[in-house]
């Protein structure tokens, strides 16, 4: 209940940082910070993480979400049962399984849904969190695909843009990719 739960992907986990720059260690807050982050992690690992800690550990004082884009998705591997990530950005290769290539195409050619199941997925971390808990969110991706108003609004563009804070890069993480320390 005295804690701070950050979630997310590479970004909120502080990837090509050194720890000391890493978010957890930067929070400016008295209370333990516990980064549950974890890189190439899709919105629906954010939110199965975000639950299982919910359940175990019931609610810390903040809640901080860093979204991910809402064309990477989870899937789980049907031989071995893992959760595995698929981005619209991930090369299929000849040889990959039918699951990948499939849950690669729905990211990239049904955009709509893929911004509908982050859509439902963010409205229902604001409902659970909602009298409960602080709720923070930021992304480093379009703040338009996390809009807290109308479902379909959120398609077309219409959102308050301080629903989600907007993390623009000041500097770059020693991958070049992420955000660096400032």
């Known amino acids: ?12 986990y502080g990837q ?11 929070l400016l807050t008295d209370f333990p910070v516990n980064n549950f982050g974890y890189p190439a992690w899709s919105n629906d690992h954010i939110f199965k993480r975000f639950l299982e800690e919910i359940n175990e550990h ?17 899937t ?5 049962k893992e959760y595995v990530s698929i ?28 911004m509908s199941r982050t859509d439902d997925i963010t409205q229902a971390v604001r409902l659970i969190c909602k009298d409960r808990t602080i709720l923070k969110e930021w ?6 695909h996390f809009y807290s108003g109308p479902k379909i609004s959120s398609f077309w563009g219409d959102y ?23």
């Open 1 to 12: 209940a005295n804690s701070v739960a950050l979630f997310g992907d590479s970004t909120t």
């Open 58 to 74: 019931g609610f810390p004082r903040a809640v901080i979400i860093g979204w991910s884009s809402p064309f990477r998705m989870l």
């Open 16 to 26: 090509g940082l050194e720890d000391k720059d890493r978010i957890h260690n930067k």
């Open 139 to 144: 992304t480093v991706f379009h703040p338009g």
């Open 160 to 182: 308050n843009e301080e629903d989600v804070y907007s993390l623009k890069f000041e500097d770059r993480a020693s991958d070049n990719i992420h955000p660096g320390p400032k």
């Open 87 to 114: 981005s619209s950005w991930t090369p299929i290769e000849n040889n990959t399984k039918i699951w990948e290539t499939a849950a690669s195409q729905l990211c990239t050619e049904a955009p709509m849904t893929m």
């Open 76 to 80: 789980v591997d049907e031989i071995v």
